[in-house]
């Protein structure tokens, strides 16, 4: 089975994914709402967000993992860089209706702050009506390790070459993270191999 690959390019996207299969659903530097309705058994669904903000730019999105269906499964990754000015606000719902049982579901949100001056906030929301799921969140902001920047400045680099590359590094996380889905073949679970 094939993996169906959507990219999300404006403000307030709501899909409703009611065939069973692969989908990794990317966006970057975009504001608004980012719905998924799971409404369809063994659907693996990715979610996958960049942001990469210099200067004054600011963003507010919220992303939504809605599983109606049981049996399936969502996993939202979400990396932002923040310079100067910037600013990110992410709120994040994962809702698993009380038909939905045996679903998987995780959120994941990490943010680089390269400037006293930038800001983000992050929220996760859970909202299990459920008995039978597996779900996790978890998110963290924090700048630069100074043992990071120290170890490539002992290796010969510059503070903004040491900079540079430990940002280069980080953003390729999400890049990594989309070559491997897409290379990935399907494999559809059954509610049996689901389970916790």
Not at 42 to 49: C, I
Not at 76 to 93: E, K, P, Q, T
Not at 146 to 170: C, D, H, I, N
């Amino acid at each position: 089975m094939k993996t169906t690959f959507i990219q999300i390019a404006r403000e307030n996207s709501y899909l409703v994914i009611d065939t069973p299969g692969k989908y990794v659903v990317f966006f970057s530097n975009i504001s608004g709402t980012v719905s998924c309705r799971i409404a369809a058994e063994h659907v693996e669904l990715y979610l996958v967000g960049l942001y990469d903000m210099k200067k004054n730019e600011k963003y507010s999105i919220r992303t939504e993992q809605i599983h109606v269906a049981p049996c399936s499964f969502s996993d939202l990754y979400i990396l932002s860089v923040a310079d100067n000015s910037s600013s990110l606000n992410f709120s994040g719902l994962i809702r698993i209706e009380k038909k939905a049982q045996q679903s998987h579901a995780y959120q994941k949100n990490q943010n680089l702050i390269l400037s006293p001056s930038a800001f983000v906030s992050s929220s996760p929301i859970l909202e299990i009506l459920a008995d039978d799921v597996f779900c996790t969140h978890g998110s963290t902001s924090g700048p630069i390790s100074k043992p990071q920047l120290s170890y490539l400045q002992m290796r010969g680099l510059s503070l903004q070459e040491a900079t540079t590359l430990s940002v280069a590094g980080f953003k390729q996380l999400v890049y990594d993270r989309l070559e491997k889905l897409k290379s990935t073949s399907y494999k559809i679970h059954t509610c049996s191999t689901l389970k916790k």
